[in-house]
């Protein structure tokens, strides 16, 4: 028995080593032909990094350290094309995607309205191609005609129209969509009403501005948002917000004529922007319950007002007469006394709550009142997936004993270092040196631009990375608007951007942007696709959502290492853009090392010319 077992023994390392060559003979044919056709296959289809990096992904698959942009030699492999998305994909917003809710078949509350909440794609469910425009795209009409009239072939949809056509909400023109400036309750126009709110609030002229005091407003269920493109000629801006829900392309109706608005709901988590952003916060006839789970959306819109702050609701609770109604005021009465909001007028059909400019309401409330103060805690600028809560944010101890937020009247609270500054430890000398600093940079963007932009090319800007808005601060004099982006993961900068009297929202680049395909007319990436590669997030993700949000002929410029701008050369022809310039930065202390600018435009082409591209 011993001679068979060492004979067995002795034939084992003969056997392993024939199995080791087989292995490896077998991983070489393996990737030998991976590098042909297969190889080529993965380009075409845009998925070498998203196979192995979805949105959200914080870490490579192998946890290797290598940049996701190569070597930047011009040897790398080049992406042959992209394709090009179905013609049902036009509109797509990959993390609001009502069909890839049904699909996953995702357990949500309707009931909360979570299934208007974002729910981003896993790697294996996006899409990795071209969003094209609808048949007969056109360049769209220009600001300021635009807040009044689009092209219907850009939104073709028109039902809108029929359904609210005794509101005056739209109108079908032959080829063109127009906007009377109508409401829910304010049919004969916009302007009207905005002036009746000022009335009712005593403000100087009945203009809602109040002498630059009124700056900063959140329309919530905004429809086509007309109220806040009447706002903006008393320079007041608005975040009109509203779900993708059945009256669908509000939002995108809002953005083609040129009106700030985002993708969003009242829901389960907190909106993405920061405590005391806004001075005045509006709804009419949004079709919210205000009373549910406690009063939690009413105690949001408390988080998100500024002491002293207003909400201006009219609905047929503030005014009708049938017991229902009259049921849902006074406990909505109720619930807002409690929150310590004072009525500041009630009249025909909208009344106007104001918010407390300190914290002794609160103190003075017996104790076990509800809703309670939120706990000590808890950061109120903390939004990127934070679930809301039933509780009123008192004021900081500053705030409270300065009885207000001590911001200057517009337009000076633009360049007038903000009272939070000290929340992120920043001097007002880094504030102004920051503002003066971008103020010369973006001189130096329009005199590159130069030629290829005229005066009236550009209204929706984006700032992908915007630290504290001075890229926005700085095209003050512009007729445009900047959604201001702030990673979410960063210093809580947002609330600093609000404070100078401007809007954004906070994000994660390693998900896709809520809002509709085509709607930014330029995009500013600072640094932006080099902080993906310290999260190892997909850079040809990034490309393609900045190609779905960008429109045609819209324009992008990148300030960044010059690895980074020599990886996005190598995708210009697959995503129809081009470069207009691209140059070396001096080195300076505000510099990154190797830093340069390039500006991109984006060709217009259409689904009927297949891979050609159509003249611009």
């Known amino acids: 028995m011993r001679g068979r077992n060492d004979a067995a023994q002795s034939k084992r390392p003969i056997v392993l080593c024939c199995m080791m060559i087989v292995c490896l003979c077998l991983l070489f044919l393996y990737f030998s032909g991976s590098k042909g056709q297969a190889g080529s296959t993965a380009f075409e289809y845009g998925t070498k990094f998203s196979r192995t990096l979805g949105w959200g992904s914080d870490d490579g698959e192998d946890g290797s350290e290598e940049s996701i942009f190569g070597t930047g030699d011009a040897d790398d492999i080049k992406p042959k094309n992209f394709p090009v998305c179905d013609d049902r994909h036009s509109e797509l917003i990959p993390c609001l995607d009502r069909n890839l809710i049904y699909q996953m078949r995702l357990k949500l509350d309707l009931n909360l309205m979570e299934h208007y909440e974002r729910h981003c794609p896993p790697p294996e469910r996006r899409f990795n191609c071209l969003i094209p425009p609808p048949h007969g795209y056109k360049v769209p009409?220009?600001?300021?005609?635009?807040?009044?009239?689009?092209?219907?072939?850009?939104?073709?949809?028109?039902?809108?129209?029929?359904?609210?056509?005794?509101?005056?909400?739209?109108?079908?023109?032959?080829?063109?969509?127009?906007?009377?400036?109508?409401?829910?309750?304010f049919h004969h126009g916009a302007d009207k009403y905005i002036s009746n709110?000022?009335?009712?609030?005593?403000?100087?002229?009945?203009?809602?501005?109040?002498?630059?005091?009124?700056?900063?407003?959140?329309?919530?269920?905004?429809?086509?948002?007309?109220?806040?493109g009447y706002l903006l000629s008393s320079n007041v801006i608005a975040m009109s917000l509203a779900p993708n829900d059945v009256?669908?392309?509000?939002?995108?109706?809002?953005l083609e004529r040129g009106i700030p608005a985002y993708l969003g709901v009242l829901g389960t988590k907190r909106l993405p922007y920061p405590s005391r952003s806004f001075e005045l916060a509006h709804c009419s006839r949004c079709r919210i319950d205000w009373l549910q789970r406690d009063g939690i959306l009413l105690l949001e819109l408390d988080r998100l007002l500024r002491p002293g702050g207003y909400f201006a609701y009219s609905?047929?609770?503030?005014?009708?007469?049938?017991?229902?109604d009259l049921r849902i005021w006074k406990e909505m009465s109720a619930l807002v006394e409690r929150m310590c909001w004072k009525i500041a007028e009630k009249r025909n059909q909208t009344v106007i709550w104001v918010k407390p400019l300190n914290n002794d309401c609160y103190r003075r409330r017996p104790r076990g009142t509800k809703p309670p103060l939120c706990k000590s805690g808890d950061d109120p600028d903390s939004v990127w997936g934070v679930q809301m809560e039933a509780c009123i944010t008192p004021y900081p101890e500053q705030m409270h004993r300065d009885g207000g937020t001590g911001l200057a009247p517009w337009p000076a609270r633009l360049t007038t270092?903000?009272?939070?500054?000290?929340?992120l430890y920043v001097t007002a000398d880094t504030f102004e040196?920051?503002?003066?600093?971008?103020q010369q940079r973006v001189e130096n963007y329009w005199s590159l631009l130069g030629p290829k932009v005229k005066p009236d090319a550009i209204r929706n800007i984006m700032d992908m990375k915007a630290n504290f808005g001075s890229f926005a601060a700085?095209?003050?004099e512009k007729d445009v608007w900047v959604m201001n982006v702030v990673p979410h993961d960063g210093p809580s900068t947002l609330k600093i951007i609000y404070d100078r009297g401007l809007i954004g929202s906070n994000h994660d680049w390693c998900e896709a942007f809520s809002t509709y395909p085509r709607t930014y007319d330029l995009l500013h990436a600072w640094t932006v696709f080099s902080d993906l590669d310290k999260r190892g997030c997909s850079a040809e993700d990034l490309l393609l959502e900045m190609d779905r949000i960008l429109r045609p002929t819209g324009f992008i410029i990148v300030r960044d290492k010059s690895i980074v701008i020599e990886f996005i050369k190598k995708y210009l022809h697959a995503l129809h853009w081009e470069a207009i310039t691209v140059v070396d930065i001096e080195p300076s202390p505000e510099s990154e090392e190797n830093e340069m600018i390039m500006i991109i435009r984006k060709k217009l082409w259409l689904p009927e010319a297949g891979s050609q591209d159509s003249s611009t």
Not at 247 to 254: P, S, T, V, Y
Not at 315 to 324: G, H, L, M, R, W
Not at 418 to 423: E, G, K, Q, T, V
């Open 141 to 185: 009409i220009k600001w300021p005609k635009s807040r009044d009239v689009v092209w219907k072939a850009n939104i073709p949809h028109t039902h809108l129209a029929k359904e609210k056509s005794d509101q005056n909400w739209m109108v079908e023109a032959g080829e063109k969509i127009k906007f009377p400036g109508g409401g829910t309750h």
């Open 417 to 423: 270092p903000p009272p939070r500054l000290a929340d």
């Open 197 to 228: 709110i000022a009335n009712m609030l005593n403000f100087k002229d009945n203009n809602i501005n109040n002498e630059g005091m009124l700056r900063t407003v959140l329309d919530v269920g905004c429809g086509v948002a007309s109220f806040g």
């Open 247 to 254: 009256h669908q392309n509000q939002i995108q109706f809002a």
């Open 433 to 438: 040196k920051d503002t003066e600093m971008w």
């Open 315 to 324: 609905s047929p609770e503030a005014y009708a007469q049938d017991e229902e």
């Open 474 to 476: 700085a095209l003050k």
